[in-house]
């Protein structure tokens, strides 16, 4: 019996170390594969949220007085580098309408061909995004038109600044759509709350209507797919909203203008299409 014991027990313990080994062997390929594939992972879309739209203007004095008589506070001036001044605006969220002007008198200089081109206009919007690397490579697979990953400078509300990874949809002017990544310094400060709160009370963007040529719409379509938190239809429109459940907009399609009939990769935000939530 006892040599007995000495043969069986030798081996059960070999045997349960060999299950053990296998076990955790799978459970090291499983991770392996799983940190792998992270990039491609879809990412947490309440952490993507609308979070600045840009104005060029003709004349930034015109534009600027405009927002301030209907009740908000500007925050003035801020030149960079390469001649453009701006002036920004707050909204209670966090979230900020960016008022620019080129100093240029270069007839060549492409801020003043497009004032020349379409006056007055939106000019970008950017999604603030925590998951950039994964959003990108998941666009990238949807066969969205991307350009490439670049790095740019992010301006703080106290006038520090960070290098934010970033990219944009290619092909679809007078309006750039681009995403950056998430700033993690704390948003909030005295300065901030100063600025944000406007008589007229604005929270923060609530609806963006686009107009859209046939090909932008359609990998717009796509994005909205990716990135919104959710998606209704309503009539016959669609609409999407991004961001999370307390800080949200809508985005909708408005029926081709006649400007931008025919034309594939034409995207604009026109006048009047841009509401507030109080």
């Known amino acids: 019996m006892n040599a007995t014991s000495e043969v069986k027990v030798p081996f059960f313990v070999d045997l349960h170390n060999m299950k053990r080994l296998g076990?955790?062997?799978?459970?090291?390929?499983?991770?392996?594969?799983?940190?792998?594939?992270?990039?491609?992972?879809?990412?947490?879309?309440?952490?993507?949220?609308?979070?600045?739209?840009?104005?060029?203007?003709?004349?930034?004095?015109?534009?600027?007085?405009?927002y301030i008589k209907r009740g908000y506070t500007i925050k003035q001036g801020k030149r960079d580098a390469d001649g453009i001044f701006s002036n920004s605006i707050?909204?209670?969220?966090?979230?900020?309408?960016?008022?620019?002007?080129?100093?240029?008198?270069?007839?060549?200089?492409?801020?003043?061909?497009?004032?020349?081109?379409?006056?007055?206009?939106?000019?970008?919007?950017?999604?603030?995004?925590?998951?950039?690397?994964?959003?990108?490579?998941?666009?990238?697979?949807?066969?969205?038109?991307?350009?490439?990953?670049?790095?740019?400078?992010?301006?703080?509300?106290?006038?520090?600044?960070?290098?934010?990874?970033?990219?944009?949809?290619?092909?679809?002017?007078?309006?750039?759509?681009v995403f950056y990544a998430k700033d993690t310094a704390v948003l909030h400060s005295p300065e901030f709350d100063s600025l944000s709160h406007h008589s007229n009370h604005v929270y923060r963007f609530d609806w963006v209507l686009l107009s859209a040529g046939i090909s932008v719409e359609r990998n717009l379509r796509s994005v909205f797919e990716v990135i919104s938190t959710w998606k209704l239809h309503e009539g016959c429109c669609d609409f999407w909203r991004v961001g999370p459940a307390d800080d949200f907009c809508f985005f909708r399609f408005e029926p081709p203008l006649k400007k931008n009939i025919g034309i594939n990769n034409w995207l604009s935000i026109e006048p009047d299409n841009i509401y507030f939530a109080y």
Not at 43 to 53: K, M, V, Y
């Open 23 to 66: 076990f955790l062997l799978i459970l090291l390929i499983y991770n392996v594969l799983w940190a792998g594939n992270i990039p491609a992972q879809n990412p947490d879309l309440s952490g993507i949220r609308l979070a600045r739209i840009t104005y060029l203007a003709s004349n930034l004095d015109s534009l600027t007085r405009s």
């Open 90 to 177: 707050l909204l209670s969220d966090g979230s900020e309408i960016i008022l620019e002007a080129t100093l240029s008198t270069d007839p060549n200089d492409w801020h003043n061909i497009a004032t020349k081109k379409y006056g007055t206009h939106a000019a970008g919007i950017a999604f603030e995004v925590e998951d950039i690397d994964s959003l990108y490579q998941l666009l990238q697979r949807e066969n969205i038109p991307l350009g490439g990953k670049a790095f740019i400078k992010q301006y703080r509300n106290d006038e520090t600044f960070y290098i934010a990874k970033a990219f944009a949809l290619d092909s679809c002017a007078p309006l750039d759509v």
